[in-house]
């Protein structure tokens, strides 16, 4: 059975840094783009950046494109998101899913999420 | 504002149907990029419900049906049910902006 388990999320003042990582079981990780999706309170989904397998390409969204890097470890099965600088339209409750597609997305697994809140 | 726009709400009777529609530009779905539709009960991460424009996951009930036509796609859902009450989302890809890109969402309620 495909998992992906979120941890990481909390609490951070605005222009503090978060790390969010993302356990994955279930299926060969190394195989697949993996993703980051998150969506503010109440509000939609919005893609936030893409890996590729080997960690060779990454894609952000523009209004992540230089505060948030995506990374991930094939050997321990993780995803990570590094987040530097938050804003308090940061604020989300952040999901890792599988892109199907590669990086134009087809989302068929998604995590439970965790929220990131920043404010002071 | 989304790069693909739907309708903040649409409601129905039970065992009625209803369309949910996704409209882009030319640089996402007029460009040929597949249209997916995602599914979000209330509290919970979202569901793939459609896959490449019009396809199904295996579970997904053939209730729920997708189409695309030039620059946009639309999801029906026949024989409404009251467990049908969620967030809906479309997503394709956008060349101009090299992104993946989300409907606003249309939430459901069943009447």
């Known amino acids: 059975e495909v998992q992906l388990v979120e941890s990481g999320g909390g609490l951070v003042q605005p222009g503090g840094s978060l790390r969010l990582s993302c356990a994955a079981s279930?299926?060969?990780?190394?195989?697949?783009?993996m993703s980051w999706v998150r969506q503010a309170p109440g509000k939609g989904l919005e893609w936030v950046a893409n890996?590729?397998?080997?960690?060779?390409?990454?894609y952000y969204v523009d209004s992540v494109k230089g505060r948030f890097t995506i990374s991930r470890d094939n050997a321990k099965n993780s995803l990570y998101l590094q987040m530097n600088s938050l804003r308090a339209e940061d604020t989300a409750v952040y999901y890792c899913a599988r892109p199907l597609y590669g990086n134009k997305g087809l989302f068929d697994y998604w995590g439970q999420g965790t929220l990131d809140t920043v404010s002071s | 504002q989304s790069v693909l726009t739907q309708p903040p709400s649409v409601s129905g009777a039970p065992g009625q149907r209803v369309t949910i529609s996704c409209t882009g530009s030319?640089?996402?779905?007029?460009?040929?990029?597949?249209v997916h539709w995602y599914q979000q009960l209330p509290g919970t991460a979202p569901k793939r419900l459609i896959y490449g424009n019009s396809n199904r996951p295996s579970g997904v009930p053939d209730r729920f049906s997708g189409s695309k036509s030039g620059t946009s796609a639309s999801l029906a859902i026949t024989g409404l049910q009251t467990e049908d009450e969620a967030d809906y989302y479309c997503?394709?890809?956008?060349?101009?902006?090299?992104?993946?890109?989300f409907g606003g969402g249309t939430k459901l309620t069943v009447l």
């Open positions: 030319s640089s996402n779905i007029g460009a040929g990029y597949d």
């Open positions: 890996i590729k397998q080997d960690g060779s390409e990454k």
């Open positions: 279930g299926f060969t990780f190394s195989n697949y783009w």
């Open positions: 997503q394709s890809y956008d060349s101009s902006l090299s992104a993946v890109v």
